[in-house]
C-alpha cells in the first residue's frame, strides 16, 4: 500500500462515489497470474508477485471509494493439487506479504480476517495470520478476508454438519432449519453479501467461490490478467454494477418503489 494512488484514479473514486451506490462487499477471483508469467516467459512464481502488487493497489482504492468488505479468493482447496513447488512458493509468498503489509492495513484501519480450512495451512502461515489477527482485530475501517484453503463446497458441508448436530442433540427442530440459520453457520457468517463478485482472467465460471453467498451478487468478468488489473479496472467494475437493477426476485416497480420510500426516509430525518 505504500505507493499512492494517483490523483486522477483519486479524482475519478470521489466522482463514482457521487454518481451512484457503492458495493458495501466486494468479492475477488484473482484469476491469471501463472498465465500472464507464461506470455512474458516468465516462471509462475513472478506472476504471483507481481499479483500481491495488484492486491496493493486494489485494497487501497477499495479503502478510498468506501467499501466496508473485500473478500480476496487467495487459495483454494483445490490449488493443493498444484505441483509441490508452486504450493511451497505461495506459502512463503503468504508469509512474506503479511510480515511486510500488516503493519500498514493496521495504520490505514483495516482489520485482517480469514475464510477456509485454516488448519490444514503451514504452522509458520498460521502463526503469521494470528498475529496479523490480533494487531488489527479493532480496526474499522475496511475489513480485508482472504479466502485461504477455502472452498464453497466444503464450508456447505461444514455448515450442515454444524446444524446436523444440534438436531441430533435436539436443540433445533428439522423445520427450525431456515437460509437465515445456514448462512449463521457459515465462515462468513459476519460478513455481508457481496454485492459485487469480479473475475479476472476472462473465465465465465464461480470456481467454488462463495457459492450461497454470491445468490444474488451482481458478477462482472474482465479478460484482463490480475497481475494487470489496476484501480481503473476497478473503477470500471463499479461503474458498471451501478448501472445494473438489483431486483432480487422482485419485478423493477416494486424496487423504484422501495427506493422511493428510502430516499423520502431520508429526507423527513
Known amino acids: 500500500m505504500k505507493k499512492p494512488l494517483s490523483n486522477e484514479i483519486l479524482s475519478q473514486i470521489e466522482h463514482l462515489k457521487k454518481t451512484g451506490e457503492i458495493p458495501t462487499h466486494i468479492a475477488i477471483i484473482m484469476d491469471g ?44 482447496t483445490e490449488n493443493w493439487k498444484r505441483p509441490k513447488d508452486e504450493v511451497s512458493t505461495l506459502m512463503r509468498l503468504i508469509v512474506k506479504s503479511l510480515r511486510d503489509e500488516t503493519d500498514e492495513l493496521h495504520a490505514n484501519g483495516i482489520r485482517l480476517t480469514t475464510i477456509g480450512d485454516i488448519d490444514k495451512l503451514p504452522n509458520l502461515v498460521q502463526s503469521e495470520l494470528q498475529d496479523a489477527f490480533i494487531k488489527t482485530e479493532k480496526n474499522s475501517k475496511m475489513v480485508l478476508n482472504l479466502a485461504l484453503s477455502y472452498s464453497g463446497r466444503w464450508e456447505i458441508v461444514n455448515a450442515v454438519k454444524k446444524i446436523a448436530q444440534r438436531a441430533v442433540e435436539n436443540s433445533i427442530k428439522v423445520d427450525d432449519i431456515d437460509m437465515e440459520m445456514i448462512s449463521e453457520n457459515l465462515t462468513t457468517k459476519n460478513i455481508p453479501d457481496p454485492d459485487l463478485l469480479i473475475r479476472s482472467g476472462g473465465e465465465f465460471r464461480v470456481s467454488n467461490f462463495l457459492l450461497w453467498q454470491i445468490a444474488y451478487s451482481e458478477i462482472f468478468v474482465t479478460s484482463t490478467l490480475w497481475p494487470d488489473f489496476n484501480s481503473s479496472y476497478l473503477i470500471d467494475a463499479v461503474k458498471d454494477f451501478q448501472k445494473r437493477e438489483r431486483r432480487f426476485g422482485m419485478v423493477s416497480e416494486q424496487i423504484s418503489e422501495i427506493t422511493q420510500k428510502k430516499t423520502n426516509a431520508k429526507i423527513n430525518k
Open 33 to 76: 497470474n501463472g498465465r500472464w508469467a507464461k506470455s512474458k516467459g516468465l516462471p509462475r512464481v513472478a506472476g504471483h508477485r507481481k499479483g500481491i502488487e495488484t492486491v496493493r493497489e486494489i485494497v487501497k482504492a477499495c479503502v478510498n471509494l468506501g467499501v466496508k468488505f473485500l473478500t480476496l479468493y487467495t487459495f483454494s
